[in-house]
């Protein structure tokens, strides 16, 4: 059984930038036809899709954040980590790695606040 859990910041300031990792157990990074995703829920919002990496490295954004999202990984400790640049008020949200409908982590709250 997969498992997924977000670390990192939980308040950071407007024009900083947004550092996750996600840690996963039960499953590999490179198996084939895993995709690892990024979505987050904004207060009172749907879910957004951010991103993903494939089992080969590759990465995929969503058109309205490609230009500040880097999604990577680090496959000697089975995690990946998601870096929004310039982060804003608006960016506040619950932050979820997830394995399609096979596993997401518990979701992390980040706060951007002045």
């Known amino acids: 059984q997969v498992q997924l859990q977000e670390s990192g910041p939980g308040l950071l300031k407007p024009s900083q930038t947004l550092s996750l990792t996600c840690t996963v157990s039960g499953a590999s990074l490179t198996t084939n036809g895993y995709y690892w995703s990024w979505v987050r829920q904004p207060p009172g919002k749907g879910l957004e899709w951010m991103g993903a990496?494939?089992?080969?490295?590759?990465?995929y954004y969503s058109p309205s954040l490609k230009n500040r999202t880097s999604i990577s990984r680090d496959t000697s400790k089975n995690h990946f980590a998601l870096q929004l640049s310039s982060a804003t008020p608006e960016d506040t949200a619950v932050y979820y790695c997830?394995?399609?409908?096979?596993?997401w982590g518990q979701g992390t709250l980040v706060t951007v606040s002045s």
């Open positions: 990496i494939g089992f080969s490295g590759n990465t």
């Open positions: 997830a394995l399609g409908v096979a596993g």
